[in-house]
């Protein structure tokens, strides 16, 4: 009788105790839940696009595709003018430059020319604003010229156009000609002839033109492998770059600080939030693109007991990561755990190590290992974002440019890469059926 008796008082206290467990579970799920989260209105995620970069990349793609369009010489008055070789306009330079908000500005030079000299430069300036593309649950930014944006537009001349220009006319005189017509008629000419460049000459390549920006100064990004709630754009002056900001709709609890030059020109530059990390991983559950669920032994499966949460508490700059654990099956546990991370590339690889480690609370018989879950998920949640990072490429009139991450540092709250980008080898034009 007294064996049996003890037993079953044994039993009482651990129901008893499971019961209070249960109900410290719940209420710690109630207070994850219901944590205050910050509103800021600084971006989660921020993409910085160095225009010196993609400027060289569109200059490459002139000097192999160069553009040619032949003009009429227009009546300018009583002179008898011989052009040699015609006269014809040509793409010299095309270069995105810091625009208005919202807006890049895409800076284009016309060569007028002949067979001996260049007569005169055009210059016009579009601002380009993004169209936002949304297909497979992917995001792009796309920059493109408009026909009426490009029609709109009145190129202006080049500096000293009108001696440039009477310099011009005076050669297409015969010879004989030359030196000896009155400058009344020489500046009638000029003006006409400035005029026609900028009006109907202009109009008349405006087709064409068209389709050959198109064909060089198309920009794509494709941004990071996030959801995406709102994106704006801007431009950086020193040094010229492209900056494009992401709020992703999460529960973040704070945003990017201000935006910081790229490490190198030549680089595309990604700054993550640390907090935005740690939503990120917790989306990525939420949804489906990682594990829901998993067993003691940190095996994902559909049967298991444990679901994860992170968050990021700048707060607490001894151990602002933080892992919260609970048994949402068969049973009642919780526990939190606080964590210092470092992490490097090496090579393609990264490498993170958990610094310091502090188990802050627990709710658990037993309690299960603490820092296996600090490696598995913390790590796997850095690693995740470091592919996310990756997944930015941008493409210049079609041709994708190469990336390759070289640098990555977690810096105050903020995850910093730079993608080394390269254009692909463009492959020659067909030949021209004969």
């Known amino acids: 009788m007294r064996p049996l008796l003890i037993a079953l008082l044994a039993t009482t206290a651990a129901l008893a105790g499971c019961g209070s467990r249960c109900a410290d579970v719940r209420a710690a799920r109630a207070t994850l839940a219901a944590r205050a ?6 971006p989660d995620v921020r993409v910085t696009v160095p225009l010196a970069r993609a400027n060289a990349v569109i200059a490459e793609l002139l000097t192999r595709t160069p553009w040619a369009a032949p003009l009429a ?14 006269l014809r306009a040509r793409l010299d330079q095309v270069a995105l430059r810091p625009g208005a908000p919202g807006h890049v ?26 169209e936002v593309e949304r297909a497979h649950g992917d995001v792009a930014l796309a920059f493109g010229v408009r026909p009426a944006d490009l029609l709109a537009i009145a190129p202006t001349l080049g500096p000293d156009a009108a001696a440039a220009l009477g310099a011009a006319i005076e050669r297409w005189l015969p010879p004989a000609a030359r030196g000896r017509v009155p400058p009344v008629l020489r500046d009638a000419a000029v003006s006409r002839l400035a005029t026609y460049l900028t009006g109907t000459a202009y109009r008349g390549l405006h087709d064409l033109l068209l389709v050959r920006l198109g064909q060089v100064a198309r920009l794509r990004l494709q941004l990071p492998d996030v959801p995406v709630a709102d994106v704006a754009v801007r431009s950086l002056t020193d040094p010229a770059a492209l900056l494009v900001e992401i709020h992703t709709g999460l529960p973040i609890r704070g945003g990017l600080g201000a935006p910081t030059a790229p490490a190198s020109g030549d680089h595309v530059g990604v700054a993550v939030a640390a907090s935005t990390v740690a939503e990120l991983a917790n989306w990525a559950i939420a949804s489906g693109r990682a594990p829901r669920w998993y067993d003691r032994s940190l095996t994902p499966t559909p049967r298991g007991a444990f679901r994860p949460r992170f968050d990021y508490v700048a707060e607490d700059p001894a151990h602002p990561w933080k892992v919260h654990v609970l048994q949402e099956r068969d049973g009642c546990s919780y526990f939190r755990v606080g964590v210092r991370v470092a992490i490097a590339l090496e090579g393609d690889q990264l490498r993170a190590t958990a610094l310091d480690r502090d188990l802050e609370r627990a709710i658990a018989s037993p309690v299960i290992s603490a820092a296996a879950w600090v490696k598995y998920l913390v790590v796997g949640s850095l690693d995740r974002t470091r592919r996310r990072v990756a997944h930015v490429q ?8 190469t990336t390759r991450l070289t640098q990555l540092a977690l810096v105050d709250g903020e995850l910093h890469a730079a993608l080394d980008v390269a254009l692909a080898a463009v492959p020659a034009p067909a030949p021209a059926p004969r």
């Open 394 to 401: 941008l493409t210049i009139a079609g041709h994708p440019l």
């Open 105 to 130: 500005q895409l800076a284009v030079t016309l060569a007028i020319a002949d067979d001996d000299a260049t007569i005169a430069t055009l210059a016009l300036e579009v601002a380009l604003a993004p």
């Open 73 to 86: 010489l227009p009546e300018l008055g009583p002179l008898a003018l011989v052009v040699p070789g015609g």
């Open 37 to 42: 989260v910050a509103t800021a209105p600084s």
